[in-house]
């Protein structure tokens, strides 16, 4: 297993391993590199469905969270989900087909104990474009003024699902903005184009620390587009980054799961309850998932 890096600041590609192959010292190899970088790209992967799954236990605590959009469940399984526009023989759609640029996100996050790893499988890359785009909210990565952390340290934030999300819990839920690691390796922002509102903070101070907040994670310089090649197996922290689908042409086919991340590896947001989510409720993110084949314009969907 070889590591190199993607990026200045995050992310690392992986040569040489067949995740198929994950044996205990393995699994403890790549949860401590995931753990302090974010980001793992596993090149020339041959993974079927079952074996998607599976790899996505091992790596996680053996729990997975099912996708929040029915539509896009595998047949064989609903712990995988279909980010395609491809077809079946008789014309229905795989799964959700979205080609837009998206939100930028953390999956799941609309969960009061969210599945916070994810992996994405590359079958089909696309002809141009759609890029997955991934940024840290690492606080010692950004270079954030003291005070800024401090002021955020003691704050909560909210989200909600998307009115297209059919699999989860319609209320709105509310989480630490600050995460810290159980292994030193850092904090990390859990604020995304998502969030709500800050708990106890006006709507109008709120928004400006959102967007001072996304200013910091945001910028060029801490962004790593991955372009995905065939067989591409990327395993993220959405603890830890922010992620976005960039717009593309043509046909593509990714495949998902949401991992439940071991807690003494990884910082996980235990969240609460905070209200039910009223029917006109914005829309959120999450991976790749939306309404594909259908009218609805929906945005918030790596
Ligand atoms: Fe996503």
């Given at each position: 297993?070889?590591?190199n890096?993607?990026?200045p600041r995050?992310g690392?590609?992986v040569?040489?391993f067949d995740v198929?192959?994950?044996?205990?010292?393995a699994?403890?190899v790549i949860?401590?590199?995931?753990a302090?970088?974010?980001?793992?790209?596993f090149?020339d992967?041959?993974?079927?469905?079952?074996?998607?799954?599976r790899?996505?236990?091992?790596?996680?605590?053996g729990r997975?969270?099912?996708?929040a959009?029915?539509w896009s469940?595998?047949p064989?399984t609903?712990?995988?989900s279909?980010?395609?526009?491809f077809?079946?023989?008789?014309?229905?759609?795989?799964?959700?087909?979205?080609?837009?640029?998206d939100?930028w996100?953390?999956?799941?996050?609309f969960?009061?104990?969210?599945?916070?790893?994810?992996?994405?499988?590359?079958?089909?890359?696309p002809t141009r474009?759609?890029?997955?785009s991934?940024?840290?909210?690492?606080?010692?990565?950004l270079s954030?003024?003291a005070?800024?952390?401090?002021?955020v340290?003691?704050?909560?934030?909210?989200?909600r699902?998307?009115?297209t999300?059919d699999?989860v819990?319609?209320?709105?839920v509310?989480h630490p903005?600050?995460l810290t690691?159980?292994?030193?390796?850092?904090e990390?922002?859990y604020?995304?184009?998502n969030?709500?509102?800050?708990?106890?903070?006006?709507?109008?101070?709120g928004?400006v620390l959102?967007?001072?907040l996304?200013h910091?994670c945001l910028?060029?310089?801490?962004?790593?587009?991955?372009e995905w090649?065939?067989?591409?197996f990327v395993?993220?922290?959405?603890a830890?980054v922010?992620?976005?689908?960039?717009t593309?042409e043509?046909?593509r086919?990714?495949?998902?799961?949401?991992?439940?991340?071991?807690l003494?590896?990884?910082?996980?947001?235990?969240g609460?309850?905070?209200?039910?989510?009223s029917?006109?409720?914005?829309?959120?993110?999450e991976?790749e998932l939306a309404?594909?084949?259908t009218a609805?314009?929906e945005?918030g969907?790596v």
């Amino acid at each position: 297993m070889r590591f190199n890096n993607l990026h200045p600041r995050f992310g690392r590609e992986v040569t040489g391993f067949d995740v198929r192959a994950l044996d205990a010292e393995a699994v403890h190899v790549i949860r401590t590199e995931l753990a302090r970088c974010g980001v793992l790209v596993f090149r020339d992967q041959v993974l079927d469905d079952d074996a998607l799954e599976r790899a996505s236990r091992q790596l996680g605590d053996g729990r997975l969270e099912e996708p929040a959009r029915t539509w896009s469940h595998a047949p064989s399984t609903r712990f995988v989900s279909y980010l395609t526009g491809f077809r079946d023989e008789s014309g229905k759609p795989l799964g959700v087909a979205d080609n837009h640029t998206d939100y930028w996100h953390s999956d799941q996050e609309f969960r009061c104990d969210p599945a916070t790893l994810a992996s994405l499988y590359c079958l089909v890359p696309p002809t141009r474009g759609g890029a997955t785009s991934f940024a840290t909210t690492a606080v010692h990565r950004l270079s954030l003024p003291a005070e800024l952390v401090e002021r955020v340290r003691p704050l909560w934030s909210t989200r909600r699902p998307a009115p297209t999300h059919d699999n989860v819990d319609h209320v709105e839920v509310s989480h630490p903005v600050l995460l810290t690691s159980p292994r030193g390796d850092g904090e990390f922002l859990y604020v995304s184009e998502n969030t709500e509102r800050f708990i106890g903070v006006s709507d109008e101070a709120g928004d400006v620390l959102k967007a001072q907040l996304l200013h910091h994670c945001l910028s060029d310089r801490n962004v790593y587009a991955h372009e995905w090649r065939m067989g591409d197996f990327v395993v993220y922290d959405n603890a830890q980054v922010l992620h976005r689908r960039e717009t593309f042409e043509g046909m593509r086919w990714l495949k998902g799961t949401k991992i439940f991340a071991p807690l003494e590896y990884f910082a996980v947001p235990a969240g609460e309850v905070v209200g039910v989510e009223s029917p006109a409720g914005r829309d959120t993110g999450e991976t790749e998932l939306a309404a594909s084949g259908t009218a609805i314009e929906e945005r918030g969907n790596v």
